[in-house]
């Protein structure tokens, strides 16, 4: 069950961040929960790197001092 793993494992970190393919992704920061869906697309051609590129959006976010929700929308457009 997504729900209770996500509960689970965001009761033992303080920031948990999870990728959800089409249905975009998630974050649990300090108990506050943030949603943002993924990026509309034509077509996908290959999702290769995929989930890298999302890391590196959120992180880069986050290394600038930007808050969890603008990290995640970063990490969804890259």
């Not at 920031?15 to 393919?21: D, E, F, H, I, N």
């Not at 089409?22 to 300090?30: C, M, R, S, T, Y």
């Not at 959006?57 to 600038?64: H, I, S, V």
Request: charged content about 20%.
């Amino acid at each position: 069950d997504f729900e209770a793993a996500v509960a689970t494992v965001s009761a033992k970190l303080p920031t948990l961040v999870v990728t959800r393919s089409e249905k975009g992704a998630i974050a649990i920061h300090e108990g506050q929960r943030y949603a943002v869906a993924a990026e509309p697309i034509d077509k996908v051609v290959d999702t290769t790197g995929a989930g890298d590129l999302f890391a590196a959006g959120f992180l880069a976010g986050q290394a600038q001092g930007r808050d969890v929700e603008t990290s995640l929308r970063m990490g969804a457009i890259a």
